[in-house]
């Protein structure tokens, strides 16, 4: 007799949020590492000739990918937060705590998985913040006058900006990895419980049946 493991409705909302993450991030990282190989700036007199190179889509496509995944994935952050706020806030006390007192009970283990969690959120943010930076004041130069929000200089001028966001984008893939590194057994796991129980939902009574015979 095959045993079906059910799955909550809160795992599921959770699963999917993560997917939704997962892959607004995968596709605003993929199109960030065409930019940081084929930075911006114009041809320059023949010295950038990779500014307009095609790497299965054009750099149009490419900057619009990026762009969009971006927003997806910062919405789909903000909504993961809201549902699991309760749990934001009891895991900062417990980081206020075993930074702060002498002799906190926790493993290097945990500690390193902390670590991780703290450089996966901070640079998420300031890539984040940059992005959004770029969203609302485009590229293209001064053109002879006609993009006069080239450079704002919102506390920072935009060639600060666009070091934050590569970096900060550079650290968060890099973190990202290693976070879905340590977590992969439970994605996994749970990706698996989540997927079988949505397929036998959508099957037959009769098949259904069968399958737990």
Known sequence: MKKLVSVSAQTRINWLLDFTVFIGGFLAGLSGIYFLYAPSGGYRG?????????????RVSWDNLHTW????????????????WQWVLMMSKRIIKSLWTKGANMSSGARFNLVIFLLVA???????????????????????????????AFFFSRSTWDLI????????????????VIHWRWVVNVTRRVLGSSSLRFRPRQVQEKVLM
């Open 122 to 152: 901070l640079s998420f943010t300031m890539t984040a913040v940059s992005g959004i930076y770029f969203l609302f004041a485009p590229g293209g130069g001064y053109q002879g006058g006609r993009n006069l929000s080239w450079d704002p």
């Open 69 to 84: 995944a971006g927003v997806f994935m910062i919405i789909a952050v903000v909504l993961h937060f809201t549902f699991h």
């Open 165 to 180: 966001h590569t970096w900060s984008g550079v650290i968060l893939i890099l973190a990202a990895v290693v976070h879905l």
């Open 46 to 58: 023949g010295r950038n000739v990779l500014n307009d190179l095609t790497i299965i889509f054009d």
